[in-house]
């Protein structure tokens, strides 16, 4: 009973490392985030996707390798479609040989893939088409490397080359850089984050140069409950004196979720999706404005049948739409 009472001591770092040496290693690999998704999560919080207007979303699995979806949106300022399709060697699991590609009906071609060279080594690759220029064409490509407790990537691409490295410092707080190097600035721009992530409470910082708009970002999460996540998040630039906090909210029912978010400008977001047997979903998304006098308010609704999409979570370009 006395042991029962103790109160659980955080892990230092020597027993971090005592651990790994006693085979802890693979759980340690699986969770250290990668740079581009390190505050993923309280993202899909403080940055919700709305829909304005309507739209339609149809996926499914043709075969246990072969996936085929697109959407429809309809809106009076902008409407059109796109396309979908992957093709995977392990469909259940994250890690998986795949290639993907998406085709936008204004002529924006996007693919990516990745392949698995080793238990400890990937490639991958994502080609972005803006239109039928090929001279507006982007690449990237990035070999990433898993250690017993760090992984370290190395991309280059279309005016960029960098060198990425996250650290486990111990079992819950993970850290790391990016270092990028521009040919036609001739400079080196260098980024940095780091995350702590426990079983209720989770708190990130990212400072990402390259980014103009929101080179900073401090973000805290907590879940009082496996269906409640309330977040925060202060982004912006300093330097611009442009800066924002945005305090949001996840509520997860049996059938639905709902997203919710505001920010100190006075921008209301909100986005409701009710799910039928997982297959059916229908979502009702809402954004106003209260800083504004005309115009403030946008309404949409989107449909979707069948699961969507399942790829593993990477991205090269940071505003990647696939």
């Known amino acids: 009973d006395k042991a029962m009472e103790e109160p659980v001591k955080p892990q230092s770092v020597d027993d971090f490392r005592n651990s790994l040496e006693k085979g802890g290693n693979q759980n340690i690999q699986g969770k250290i985030p990668s740079f581009n998704t ?3 999560a309280l993202k899909s919080i403080t940055t919700i996707e709305t829909v ?14 072969f996936q085929l979806g697109g959407n429809w949106q309809y809106s009076t300022a902008e409407s059109g479609f796109t396309l979908n399709t992957a093709i995977l060697t392990n469909a259940a699991s994250q890690d998986s040989n795949f290639i993907a590609a998406t085709y936008h009906d204004n002529g924006k071609l996007e693919s990516r893939g990745m392949a698995l060279l080793s238990d400890s080594l990937s490639a991958s690759v994502e080609l972005m088409f803006q239109g039928p220029d090929t001279r507006r064409a982007y690449y990237a490509m990035e070999v990433s490397k898993r250690f017993a407790h760090s992984t370290a990537s190395v991309k280059f ?7 990425t490295y996250m650290q486990a410092l111990t079992n819950n707080i993970f850290g790391g850089f990016e270092c990028s190097y521009m040919p036609t600035m001739g400079d080196y721009f260098w980024s940095y984050g780091i995350k702590y992530g426990g079983e ?3 708190l990130s910082f990212l400072y990402t140069p390259l ?8 973000g805290y999460t907590f879940s009082p409950d496996k269906r409640v996540t309330l977040a925060t998040e202060f982004r ?19 059938q639905g979720i709902l997203v919710s ?3 100190r400008s006075l921008k209301l977001t909100t986005s409701l999706t009710h799910f039928i047997d ?11 404005d209260f800083a504004k006098k005309k115009d403030c308010a946008n309404f949409g609704f989107s449909l979707s049948f069948g699961a969507s999409l399942q790829l593993p979570n990477f991205y090269l370009f940071p505003q990647s739409s696939l």
């Open 38 to 40: 390190l505050n993923a």
């Open 236 to 254: 912006g630039s300093l330097s611009k004196g442009m800066t924002d906090t945005i305090v949001g909210w996840r509520m997860q029912f049996m």
């Open 211 to 218: 980014n103009s708009i929101e080179p900073v970002s401090l």
């Open 278 to 288: 997982n297959i059916v979903g229908f979502s009702i998304h809402g954004k106003v």
């Open 261 to 263: 978010n505001i920010s």
């Open 200 to 202: 209720k409470h989770t």
């Open 157 to 163: 691409g279309t005016g960029q080359y960098s060198f």
């Open 52 to 65: 304005k207007g309507f739209k339609i979303d149809l996926s499914g699995q043709v075969s246990d390798k």
